[in-house]
């Protein structure tokens, strides 16, 4: 499996270098955007035309390099990511600004032939670029490809990407998570990880930042936003998959929620980030992880099957139920982790069982 390695560049001078080299990058990457559009006007034109390969934009961009001031292989990564951006998009991705305050953030792909790594310093194009926490994190032997990026604060990283074999995981435990807002997941076990809500602990300070238009401050509180939430979603992904072996958690729709009054706490807990870390960590240790879709989790009792809980936005605000059949007490949050688990055993849900039962007496 492959992860990658990321560091922190030392030398401040580096950022006059890699702007230069960022504003060669997203020329090519602007060349490959104007040449689909002009692809996408000679189809509409009636002209039986097709999509560019990342072939086809590599051999359009071949022989730039040395007018550019960056290596070849650097431009062959950039177009290769512009063809899974616009196959992703099914259209043409945004321009790559490299001046004004719409500035797009720093992007130079390398690849193995095209740096060399000695020590903590990587040397590409001629220049050594130094980094920190080689001695927290070491680098392998074996480096793959990898980037010079640049964050909301216009630091510059370097990642590598290394190849890692993948362990098998000795924990014996099973669990349902249920994502939520009030917590930002329920076990199945009973246990709750509180949602933090970085955003609403740094909103009062984004406000006044805005006010000021201190733009500097503004983009400081956004990436400290990021990396708390960050830094929360790693500890608790890596806890899971470390103390089980199966983990079963809810496939929740986060885009449509995102479109109601609820949209600004949906975005804070950042479940497709959560469900990331979780899918390639269990890669890695050899967990398995099954997202399930929670349809009639909160519904069902998760004692005898039956449908008596709350339903839908509605009924968001029960927070606890009585079954009518069984009598139990259920914790909404945790009955649907205890039911999404048991729909990822192969249990069925209610409405499927009543199809079966149906087409039975048929």
Not at 4 to 29: F, G, M, P
Not at 93 to 115: C, E, H, K, L
Not at 192 to 210: F, M, S
Request: net charge positive.
């Amino acid at each position: 499996m492959i992860i990658t390695y990321k560091y922190r560049l030392k030398d401040r001078s580096a950022k006059k270098v890699l702007r230069q080299h960022t504003i060669a990058c997203n020329e090519v990457w602007n060349f490959c955007a104007e040449t689909h559009r002009e692809t996408v006007r000679r189809w509409k034109g009636g002209f039986n035309v097709r999509w560019l390969s990342k072939f086809d934009l590599i051999h359009l961009t071949a022989g730039s390099s040395k007018e550019l001031g960056i290596h070849g292989q650097t431009i062959q990564c950039i177009c290769e990511h512009f063809v899974t951006a616009r196959n992703k998009k099914q259209g043409t991705p945004d321009w790559r600004r490299s001046f004004g305050n719409r500035t797009a953030r720093g992007f130079v792909p390398f690849q193995t032939q095209s740096r060399q790594i000695q020590g903590n310093s990587v040397t590409y194009r001629g220049k050594s670029f130094r980094w920190f926490g080689n001695k927290r994190r070491p680098l392998p032997e074996v480096v793959k490809g990898g980037a010079f990026v640049e964050d909301g604060l216009r630091r510059w990283w370097v990642c590598f990407h290394v190849e890692v074999p993948e362990t098998v995981s000795s924990a014996t435990g099973i669990v349902g998570v249920d994502l939520g807002l009030k917590t930002l997941a329920t076990l199945s076990t009973g246990e709750t990880v509180p949602a933090l809500q970085h955003y609403r602990h740094y909103e009062q300070k984004l406000a006044t930042a805005q006010r000021a238009n201190n733009k500097r401050r503004i983009k400081a509180i956004h990436v400290k936003i990021a990396n708390s939430r960050r830094d929360q979603h790693h500890k608790v992904t890596t806890r899971l998959i470390s103390q089980n072996k199966f983990i079963a958690v809810g496939d929740v729709n986060s885009l449509k929620l995102a479109k109601t009054r609820l949209a600004k706490s949906v975005l804070d807990a950042s479940w497709g980030q959560f469900k990331s870390m979780l899918l390639y960590k269990a890669e890695l240790r050899g967990v398995k992880v099954k997202v399930i879709n929670e349809a009639w989790s909160t519904q069902t009792c998760s004692e005898c099957g039956s449908i008596g809980g709350p339903k839908g936005i509605a009924g968001l605000g029960m927070r606890s139920w009585v079954c009518s059949c069984c009598g139990t007490l259920h914790d909404r949050d945790v009955n649907a982790a205890k039911n999404i688990l048991n729909f990822a055993q192969s249990a069925l849900r209610p409405a499927e069982e009543s199809l079966r039962i149906s087409d039975k007496h048929e």
